[in-house]
């Protein structure tokens, strides 16, 4: 099915759930940029970090098919986590040419200080809406998340 075949409201809907939740996402991370020291984190990096922290030693291979990227481009980012000292590699004691990706410390408390960062500024975002749009936004959150469920059952 394409966009064109999609009854209108569901198109103007998908549209705007795209735009909304991009322009959301480039905010955030633009005024964090601002609040936490140290070097940027682009966003693939990022979630290369929060990927490894939920799987630790999960390997690059497997790594590039969560993240639906190329081997190459995650061997790209985990070469500069390296260098920037926020991943290790270790060699897995099962395959000595595998390689498995471990956050060191430093990067374990520059993922805490994003997430508190993220959270106090959406939270301080959030206190100054109406409470009926604090509400509503609410409301969204279980639909979002079935969103999320069906286009990760279409991958």
């Known amino acids: 099915m394409t966009s064109t075949d999609l009854p209108a409201t569901s198109a103007r809907t998908a549209k705007e759930v795209v735009a909304v939740t991009a322009a959301l996402r480039r905010v955030y991370r633009r005024r964090l940029r601002d609040m936490i020291p140290g070097p940027r984190l682009r966003g693939a990096q990022l979630e290369l970090l929060q990927h490894v922290e939920a799987e630790p030693g999960i390997g690059v291979a ?3 098919r969560a993240l639906h990227l190329a081997g190459n481009s995650v061997s790209t980012l985990v ?5 920037e000292g926020l991943l290790r590699r270790e060699i897995d004691p099962a395959d000595r040419r595998a390689a498995r990706l471990l956050l060191t410390e ?4 520059r993922l805490t200080e994003w997430r508190g960062a993220r959270g106090r500024l959406i939270a301080s975002a959030l206190e100054r809406m109406p409470s009926v749009d604090q509400e509503a936004l609410a409301a969204a959150l279980p639909a979002f998340r079935r969103l999320i469920q069906e286009l990760e059952e279409t991958l």
């Open 106 to 109: 430093r990067a374990q408390a």
């Open 79 to 83: 070469n500069q986590l390296v260098e």
């Open 62 to 64: 497997a790594a590039a």
